[in-house]
């Protein structure tokens, strides 16, 4: 009978029967959520075309490339290496509390196997009728209990450690690279291929060092079940019983493994939808006074709705394919894994031509039978939890693949490797800069260029692509700025101007003038450093020796003293021996000196971007450059919402403190204080010269 049983269970026409009704539902959900994404497919192309605001918008992410999330040798090579950084050496606190949680996992398996034991002889006791040895087994649970309680909340605290530890590492290890020469700003301005960091660094660390923590104790536990179990196993029922289950956890483990491979994929398809989501809503909280004043709530919430609709679409394609995947992984990591259970333990008891049992009371076989079937349905849970464990895995896969893009993304740009999805080469200059730049590195060697090369841009031309992977040669020197046959390049492609050629020593400030979009910016960022240089030969000081202040100046979090030394700490003022008297005297150039009692002294803390006005910022701003007291300065109309007497004592003290200025700006009253000036056109030409009556034209 119990081969005949067996045999059937285990035909293929049991295994049809069984499984054809979940594989059906399973498929049949594929269809219905495909049908469901191609109806998406037009929100997601109208969301796209909404949010997509211009070259510079940072929520870009690359929707077209397919991302590969599978547990596979790709998977595995990932994990290695983002482990180096959660565990960097072998003799680390992670690794101390790696093993706390082994050895508690270890101990409460014995713990488990003592129990089993224990509890078989306590029941035995009541059936027998003994009350010395009801209480003899009893007393001793009784002592145990301390104990068991004491393993399963060091456990807990070890898991606890282990992913908050994991989550420094990691977090540290990103932010140290993100933040890294000016890679936090090139990463959303000449490279398309991360959107928001800001949520890869926050959220998806945090998802993928809990999974790693939980994936360590739910594999390492059953599988220490396993191993315990079959070797009790094995010398009381036989070898059998353990390897049929053992198997039974191979065949399983890769046909779930297989159907679940479409859940990394959706992982990180969700965690593109959040940041998203996230996006929008953070565009409407920075824009609220404009959007407010025209009345655009209708429109932003249309758009806040899209998003998130697309979302919550999305989230729901996750629940259907984690329902359809849960039956099957209960029926067959669960249930028929109880049923294999029973039949391989039942076999040995059940074969009357097995010696071992034929001369045992009914008394004995019930207690032998008790506490191997415990065990061994305790293994058949150690095995069904392994084989679930395998749909963590794979959800795993998808927040590695994410963390480890961002991770290859900044080491490439760090280095000068940018991608962008799409170059325009349409500009009449691209060929001509490319030829300059080709015969530049042909006449001077790769040996000169002093940046990274990157590699990888797509291109639409040749000449384009020489271009954006040329580089010229930057050369540090103090009091000089002078630009050789520059190209001023957008991350675009763009030539704005094919050939830049000035020089400025320092005492001669330079007025920049032109219509919009003609290059201005394009010069301070490449002059910045912010973008590199295309070609030609750059000269200019070193960082630090040169400063720039924005329209709207950078109000950081901290105290008002920070306001005037950013970025500079406190520590750094007092190594440069200057004192917050230096500093009052400073505001007192720009006219703040009310401040200080108005706000409550240097160390009074608050949003400083909302408790000042727009002139009191860009006065600010200015006394933070009189602290500094670099070579040279670029301000950019810095000083709009600041009264022509104010703004005429202030370029009176840069020029009293030798800060040569590079000045943006349309006012005229500004040119007495300038020697030479700068116009571009727009078109690709620019005039550079000293200031005389007949130049003053260009500023109008």
Known sequence: MPATLSKYLFSPQFSALASTGMIGLYFANQILSARRRRRNEKSLQELDAVLAAGANDPRKASEGRAAKAYVDAEFFSRLSRLLKILVPRLFSPETFYLLLVAACLVARTYLDVWMIANGTMIESAIIGRSLSLFKTYLFRFILMMPSMSLINNFLKLGLSEVKLRFRHRLTVHLINKWMRGFTYYQLGNLDSRIANPDQLIAQDVDKLCECVADLYSNLSKPILDIVIYALKLTSTIGGHAPACMIGYLVLTGLVLTRLRRPLGRMTVREQQLEGEFRYVNSRVIAAAEEVAFYRGQSAERSTLLKAFSLLVDHLRVCINFRFQTGLLDNILAKYVATVVGYLVVSWPFLNLANPRYS?????????????SGRMLVRMAEAVGRV???????????????????????????????FQRAAVRTGSPAVASVAAAAAAAASANGDSTSEQAKPAGIPVSSSSANLLLNTFGQVVVADHIIKFEDVPLVTPTGDVLVARLNLEVRSGTNVIVCGPNGCGKSSLFRILGGLWPVRGGRLTKPADGKLFYIPQKPYMPLGKLRDQVIYPDTIEDMRRKRLTDERLSELLGHVQLGHILTREGGWDAIADWADVLSGGEKQRMAMARLFYHAPQFAILDECTSAVSVDVEAELYSYCRKNNITLFTVSHRKSLWQHHEFFMHMDGRGEFKFGPITDNTEEFGS
């Open 387 to 417: 084989v679930l464990s395998g749909r963590e895995l794979t959800r795993l896969a998808g927040f590695t693949a994410r963390i480890h893009e961002l991770d290859t993304v900044l080491d490439e740009v760090s280095k000068g490797q």
């Open 359 to 371: 001369t045992s009371s009914h008394a004995e076989l019930l207690e032998e039978y008790y506490q």
